[in-house]
């Protein structure tokens, strides 16, 4: 069971890494961890699971590499269309974002829009 503070289904929640890292850690709804580690290594996105020590286990962490090559911002929305696309009609939480049936076009705006502000806000 699920103890979110929204009626999403599935929760994702970006944050920066350690600057040293150059990496984002997206932390997911548990049972959601293994298929958002493996749709983003199908978009060419070096991603794994991280295990983190802390007094919940509300979310599970997903490291993604941004040092590495190749990689950019837009093949990890690629990797997270992959994952949305797989859990269509489900309530995602993405951040401050409640993606419902929206278009993989509308979820690519919507997340380079998110991506902008992160990068902006983590400078």
Request: glycine share 8%; charged share 20%.
């Amino acid at each position: 069971m699920m103890s979110m503070s929204s009626n999403a289904d599935i929760e994702i929640r970006p944050t920066a890494g350690l600057p040293q890292e150059e990496s984002i850690y997206l932390r997911v709804t548990p049972q959601y961890a293994e298929d958002l580690e493996s749709s983003l290594r199908e978009a060419g996105v070096p991603a794994g699971i991280v295990l983190e020590f802390s007094a919940t286990t509300e979310l599970v962490a997903v490291m993604v590499q941004l040092a590495s090559a190749g990689v950019t911002v837009g093949s990890v929305i690629a990797g997270l269309r992959v994952f949305f696309h797989r859990h269509d009609g489900k309530k995602v939480k993405f951040g401050n974002l409640e993606l419902t049936g929206f278009s993989s076009k509308q979820i690519e705006k919507l997340l380079n829009d998110a991506v902008t502000g992160w990068e902006a806000n983590n400078e």
